[in-house]
């Protein structure tokens, strides 16, 4: 008698964490077919040679499955998928996902967050499947995941569809871990977490037990459920209860004492759970990395400001996981008690009103055609980096053009540049402000673009309705033509702006290391830099990886390979293990990466290379970080004793953090985006800017607050002629607030 029991299910786990290695390991223990999809070399290696495992209190349980990074993946296509990578790689890996997705098959977004929509963007809205998971789990050891006890797991069709074959199917396999559910309001759930998470998210200020610290501060947390609940109760999405935690009894206006029963009953439960702190206090604490959770958020603090609903606390949480990064012994329960006192109230938005953001978005709406024709002008004004004639030729016409567009400047000073475009600082007086900070705002581009010179006459100036295309036009020409712009909107329509600086430079695309000092000197002392460079997908970029460009060389000693191969010192030889030792120095949870461009030595096959050279580019995102590569660079010695090793280069560019400055400013940025009738999100950023160097110098900064397109040094740089006008409208509507402070 045959078995015709159907075969199990295969299933491909990305991202093989806390949640997708827990999912992972019951499904293959179930006897799944499973193929775990991680970018953590280490993780992949450990659990290649002892399988997957998973750690129970003493015990450990190992199962093999199948591992392999992204760049190694050589599998058919992909039926069922599991995503489970931090939120703020959710892009990527559906990227990466798409294109190899079957047409059949479909992406499950299990983990923290709303991802879902991003995940359609990319793979398809009938591709996409909606997840609630609140699975207790940590990765303590490369291929090791401790199980921190028992949690949630519900999977439903998007938008509150009815439950389909293909849930019901994956939602059986998935109760080889536990209680999975099926259900068609798996939103109601993401929102009620959302409201749990962000309690759990303010205990990893503080270094101590969630249950205690839940407990000790109940006007924190209640506080801000409360917040976010509200956001919920806007949307209409109706609340879902798991585990131990009820949201409706600490949305706002909720009965009091049915509240203290509720933290009660939450406490109490956290206290059963192995795992008695956050998987954010381990990513600051344990892993020194970047937290998610400032990720998870986006869309609700968006959600609350389109609503005019406040956030104050969720906001407050926010901020400091974002100072603990890299500096977690700045924990403290202090800033618990400080949200305890918090006000309910939303952060001012500046001395913007709705009357004069609709007057600035109307006027410049009026003028886009005269923008556009301003941009074609300049985007026909070649200006590459490494022909100094053309520059300077485009800075004489920037100037006549500046002049008939804002007219005769306070000031202006140019800074003649031997090997570089010259330097052109302008400075306008203030009118009609009244606010008491008198500080000068500084306005930041540069006039080079990365475009030989000739490309104009196969690729020129081009728009097709909504889209413009051309060389430099999104990197970032339409970005100084937006804050012209703006500052023409205020001065028709009589609107206050602050003293002004603009400086522009003319070799930002080659490192500016003929401008960096003359920036940072015109700046100094401003409260705000614009940095009008291109934006991230709409963001604004409020944090900036340092960039440091290196050569490591290897001398060694020729000698005849085949006559006497044992004569010389390989040069190469010693460079193969050296380049085997840098890859080890990259982690991309920390946020940096070390990539090996180019490599060249020897000189004859038949010659022991004498010697032997690599070419570096390191990016990082924290001081801690560069402090780590520039002593693990002064720290390299050679393999082979004969061999001689140095490094050349320095930090190009220094890191650009996101401080309380910049984090203030930006907020008033998303509240004047608010009343222009858009929500405006913001993002780190591996690229470095000019804003690096002036954030190093103290200088608060807002980068990307140009060009809103794509493509930058690629044959498809766009930008947007309505992305022009919300952009211009955002700068000038910044300035008229900072006018009133």
């Not at 699975?135 to 291929?143: K, L, Q, R, S, T």
């Not at 921190?148 to 938008?159: D, H, S």
């Amino acid at each position: 008698m045959s078995d015709t029991s159907p075969e199990p299910a295969a299933c491909t786990v990305v991202g093989a964490g806390a949640i997708g290695g827990t999912l992972a390991h019951a499904l293959a223990s179930a006897g799944h077919p499973v193929t775990v999809v991680d970018t953590d070399r280490a993780h992949v290696d450990a659990i290649r040679k002892h399988g997957l495992v998973v750690a129970r209190g003493e015990s450990r349980t190992s199962i093999p499955v199948t591992a392999t990074t992204p760049d190694e993946y050589d599998g058919g296509p992909l039926e069922r998928v599991l995503l489970a990578v931090k939120a703020q790689a959710t892009r990527s890996a559906a990227e990466w996902i798409a294109p190899r997705l079957a047409p059949n098959g479909y992406v499950v977004s299990v983990q923290n967050g709303f991802n879902e929509d991003q995940i359609a963007q990319l793979v398809g809205a009938e591709r996409t499947v909606a997840a609630f998971v609140n699975i207790f789990a940590d990765v303590i050891e490369p291929g090791v995941v401790q199980d921190g006890g028992a949690g949630a797991l519900v999977i439903g069709e998007p938008g509150g569809a009815p439950v389909s074959d293909r849930v019901r199917d994956l939602v059986t396999d998935l109760q080889s871990w536990g209680p999975a559910a099926a259900d068609d309001n798996v939103e109601g759930y993401l929102w009620a977490k959302a409201g749990f998470g962000a309690m759990l998210a303010a205990t990893a200020l503080a270094d101590a037990p969630m249950a205690d610290l839940i407990d000790r501060h109940r006007p924190a947390m209640a506080g801000l459920a409360a917040e976010i609940f509200a956001v919920a109760e806007q949307l209409g999405v109706k609340l879902e209860a798991f585990d131990a935690f009820d949201p409706h009894p600490f949305r706002s206006g909720a009965d009091v004492v049915a509240r203290d029963a509720a933290f009660d009953r939450l406490t109490a439960w956290l206290r059963t759970q192995s795992k008695d702190r956050s998987g954010i206090w381990r990513d600051l604490a344990v892993r020194h990395r970047p937290v998610e959770v400032t990720t998870h958020y986006a869309d609700v603090i968006a959600q609350a400001a389109h609503a005019g609903l406040p956030t104050t606390r969720l906001r407050s949480v926010l901020d400091g996981l974002r100072e603990l990064e890299g500096a977690p012994h700045k924990m403290s329960e202090t800033r618990i008690d400080a949200l305890d006192a918090a006000p309910q109230q939303a952060a001012p938005a500046g001395a913007l009103t709705r009357g004069q953001a609709t007057d600035l978005q109307s006027w410049l709406d009026e003028h886009r055609d005269d923008m556009v024709a301003d941009l074609s002008a300049y985007t026909s004004q070649g200006s590459a980096s490494d022909d100094l004639e053309a520059l300077d030729s485009c800075l004489a016409w920037l100037r006549d053009w500046l002049d008939r567009r804002l007219g005769d400047p306070e000031e202006e000073e140019i800074l003649p540049r031997a090997d570089a475009g010259d330097i052109l600082v302008r400075r306008y007086a203030a009118r009609g402000a009244t606010g008491a900070d008198t500080r000068t705002v500084t306005l930041v581009g540069h006039y080079d673009t990365v475009w030989p010179t000739g490309t104009l006459e196969t690729w020129p100036f081009h728009r097709n309705g909504d889209r413009i295309t051309g060389p430099g036009v999104f990197d970032m020409k339409a970005g100084l033509v937006q804050a012209v712009w703006a500052l023409r909107a205020l001065d028709e329509l009589d609107l206050p702006r602050p003293p002004l600086t603009l400086v522009l430079n003319g070799d930002e695309e080659t490192g500016s290391r003929s401008s960096s000092e003359a920036i940072v000197e015109a700046a100094s002392g401003s409260r705000l830099a614009m940095v009008f460079e291109a934006a991230a997908d709409g963001a604004i970029k409020t944090a900036r990886k340092g960039v440091g460009l290196f050569t490591l060389t290897v001398t060694g000693t020729e000698a005849h390979a085949g006559l006497d191969p044992t004569a010389g010192a390989s040069a190469v030889d010693e460079l193969a293990h050296q380049v085997l030792n840098l890859t080890r120095l990259r982690d991309h949870q920390a946020g940096t990466s070390l990539n090996i461009g180019v490599v060249e030595g020897g000189t004859r096959s038949n010659v022991t290379a004498g010697r032997a050279r690599a070419h570096l580019d390191v990016r990082v995102a924290s001081d801690t970080e560069q402090q780590r590569i520039t002593r693990a660079l002064a720290e390299l010695r050679p393999v082979d004793a004969r061999t001689h090793l140095e490094v050349a280069g320095d930090w190009n560019r220094p890191v650009f953090e996101r401080t309380e400055h910049v984090a203030t400013l930006a907020h008033l940025a998303k509240e004047c985006a608010r009343l222009l009738g858009h929500d405006l999100a913001e993002a780190s950023v591996g690229g470095a800017s000019d804003g690096n160097f002036l954030a190093a110098a103290g200088v608060p900064v807002l980068d990307g607050v140009g060009a809103v397109g794509s493509g930058a040094h690629a044959r498809s740089e766009n930008t947007s002629v309505s992305g022009m006008v919300e952009r211009s409208a955002l700068a000038a509507g910044v300035l008229v607030a900072l006018a009133g402070q």
